[in-house]
Structures are given as structure tokens and as C-alpha cells.
């Protein structure tokens, strides 16, 4: 079984205006608790809003803009939830380029609740076993994804999960998932 020690583990946590807080910080916080170094970019500097389903949340501080991220510099990337913040992004070149760019290193990446839409858009779905917000299941199975109604789904470098309810169980699959990643990165040098 491989170390759940994430020390030195850069994630880019790719977010704007709208995203659902717990999506944001419970996994982030299990990242950064794993030893990860995380990132949040967004598409501009400064702050971004967050939601807590329907009720404003709290602002966080932008690390990064989208402009001056290069996803060399990530060895995982966490796109977290929030319709009004998925919506945003998927329409981004850059960040659909961003997560394009990861996936094609076969660097993991993890998506909660509505965030799978930056990677429909990439055009990256089709034929991956997935899982998310169950309003959005048209749309992923439509892109060409094999889409389940379960907590958390893992498919090759990727993890998917519904909504907050399932954060844990999210947050032991992507720790697992990039302590794996990792793991082989470190044999294959």
C-alpha cells in the first residue's frame, strides 16, 4: 500500500466566484493536512466568493491567476463544485487547456458535484466512468461519459464525486488516488 504522505505534492485547485465552499475548503484541508502544497488559481488575482449551497459564504484568497498558471508546475489538480463556479470555468480556453494539459500528462485530477463540467468542455469525458451532481447527468452522459448514481467513482487518473455529503469519501479516494500518482512518478525517475 503505497504512503498517504502527499509532503512536497503541489495541487492546483482551479475555482472562481461561486464555488461550493465545502467542495473549496474540506478537501483542501485534507490536502494540506496530507502534506500537500495546494494552490488555489482562479481567473483573476484577488478574492473569490463562495456559496454554501444557496446562502453566500465566505471569500478566499486567489494564490494564482489562471493566466500564470502553468500546469508543469502541478502534480494534481482539484476542481471543486458550485453550478455559478463550473459554469464560469468551463467556458475558460484556459482552463480547459489547464485541465487538458493534466490529464494528458495522466496527472490526477479530482471533480466534485458540478465541476465535471470544465471537463466536458475540455472534451475530455468520453468513455470515463464518472459520477456527479445528479442534475448534471444529461450533460455528462451526453459528452460521452459512462455516468453512476454512487459517493465516489475512480477511473484511471481520476475521481469523481457527487455533492457534499460525500466528502469524505472523496477525500480518501483523491488522497489515495494522488499518493498513488505519486508513488509511481517517484518509480518510473
Known amino acids: 500500500m503505497p504512503s498517504r504522505n502527499l509532503e512536497g505534492l503541489r495541487v492546483a485547485i482551479l475555482a472562481t466566484n461561486g464555488v461550493e465552499q465545502p467542495e473549496l475548503t474540506e478537501p483542501r484541508k485534507a490536502l494540506d493536512e496530507a502534506g500537500a502544497k495546494t494552490e488555489l488559481i482562479s481567473l483573476r488575482p484577488g478574492k473569490i466568493y463562495a ?12 494564490d494564482l491567476a489562471l493566466d500564470e498558471a502553468n500546469p508543469e508546475d502541478f502534480d494534481a489538480v482539484l476542481l471543486p463544485g458550485g453550478a455559478l463556479n463550473a459554469d464560469a470555468l468551463r467556458v475558460e480556453e484556459k482552463a480547459q487547456k489547464f485541465v487538458k494539459s493534466m490529464d494528458k500528462s495522466g496527472k490526477p485530477i479530482a471533480v466534485i458535484c458540478h465541476a465535471p463540467w470544465l471537463l466536458v468542455s475540455a472534451g475530455l469525458v468520453r468513455g470515463r466512468h464518472m459520477t456527479s451532481y445528479h442534475t448534471i447527468q444529461d450533460d455528462m452522459r451526453n459528452a ?8 465516489v467513482v475512480r477511473d484511471r487518473n481520476w475521481v469523481s464525486s457527487r455533492q457534499p455529503s460525500d466528502i469524505p469519501a472523496f477525500n480518501r479516494e483523491m488522497i489515495s488516488l494522488f499518493a498513488e500518482s505519486r508513488e509511481e512518478a517517484r518509480k518510473a525517475a
Open 51 to 62: 456559496f454554501k449551497h444557496h446562502d453566500k459564504g465566505d471569500q478566499f484568497n486567489v
Open 144 to 151: 460521452g461519459a459512462n455516468w453512476v448514481d454512487q459517493q
